[in-house]
């Protein structure tokens, strides 16, 4: 099992471009959720889906876009970056069946917006 | 959504016990309480989780009273390498569509 993983690790981009941030997950979760971390603080979630086929706003959806490609997939995408996006981007996946469920985080994708 | 609010910060020495208490005060009937710790440059990995009373694992306890208003996280003989940033979370475990959000956490430095 890989867990969760995401592509890229690192990122940097010109104010304007365009990019998608990969997520997968091999452990048949039902949820998945995206989140950003600004230096010294904590979690932001961005934007979530319950299950395939549904997404939702989070706290901070302005300037992103999500798909939730199958099961397994769930990317973000930013459509015309800012200097404001520059922080660390987190997935996360949740199982939700009732067991004591966590959520299980990737490694992160450090992006950068000049 | 319940809300949380935890001390933002906490200093300790090595080998103390460490008590982060996290108030929350519209939990409910459903909602589980979850802590999660996070290293710099990692994302958040999953500590314990309760719903009432007190739960142990190898790592930590978690005690919860009566009215789950609020929960204390319990870290007995702090090492070094405990030093992260500790998250407090409530939710329904069952309702997938709920959303997790995060607070600005405690961020914990132990010194030798």
């Known amino acids: 099992n890989a867990g969760v993983t995401q592509t890229p690790k690192f990122q940097v981009l010109k104010t304007g471009q365009s990019m998608t941030l990969q997520c997968a997950q091999d452990?048949?979760?039902?949820?998945m959720y995206w989140y950003r971390q600004d230096p010294g603080m904590g979690l932001r979630l961005i934007y979530y889906?319950?299950?395939?086929?549904?997404?939702d706003k989070g706290e901070v959806p302005n300037g992103y876009n999500v798909s939730r490609l199958n099961k397994r997939e769930f990317s973000l995408r930013l459509e015309s970056a800012a200097p404001s996006q520059t922080s660390v981007y987190f997935c996360?996946?949740?199982?939700?069946?009732?067991?004591?469920?966590?959520?299980?985080f990737g490694p992160g994708t450090r992006l950068t917006v000049l | 959504l319940a809300k949380t609010t935890q001390p933002i910060s906490m200093d300790s020495y090595e080998g103390q016990e460490v008590n982060i208490t996290c108030s929350h005060n519209?939990?409910?009937?459903?909602?589980?309480i979850t802590w999660y710790q996070q290293f710099p440059s990692q994302g958040p990995r999953f500590i314990i989780q309760?719903?009432?009373t007190k739960v142990t694992n190898e790592v930590a306890s978690l005690f919860i009273p009566a009215d789950r208003k609020s929960s204390t996280l319990s870290l007995p003989r702090v090492s070094l390498s405990d030093t992260a940033v500790y998250y407090c979370l409530v939710g329904d475990r069952m309702d997938s569509s709920y959303k997790l959000i995060f607070g600005s956490g405690t961020r914990l430095l132990v010194r030798p």
């Open positions: 996360a996946s949740r199982l939700t069946d009732g067991r004591p469920d966590t959520q299980y």
């Open positions: 452990m048949n979760h039902n949820s």
């Open positions: 309760g719903y009432k």
């Open positions: 519209n939990i409910a009937t459903n909602d589980y």
């Open positions: 889906s319950a299950s395939e086929g549904t997404t």
